[in-house]
């Protein structure tokens, strides 16, 4: 069987050059999507570290790429 080591983002923190402050992470897409492409065919997945949640994803403004794309004007 094949064997897949998928990283994600988990820091909580990340410090910007500018010397902001921002809490980095990703959107449960961007990890179930390839987890679940990966898994159907049979390959073993396994996650390097527990994934940290993007706090952009949780508000009501936040565009999904697949449903407003081209209105990622926030990044």
Known sequence: MAKLLMIVPSARTMRLSDGRIIR???L???VLEPYEMFEAP???VMIAKAPQPDPSG???YFN???VDEGE???W
Do not use: I, M, T
């Open 58 to 60: 949780f508000e009501p």
């Open 24 to 26: 980095p992470g990703c």
């Open 42 to 44: 049979g390959v073993d």
């Open 28 to 30: 449960a897409e961007e």
């Open 64 to 66: 999904y790429p697949k």
């Open 72 to 74: 990622l004007s926030l």
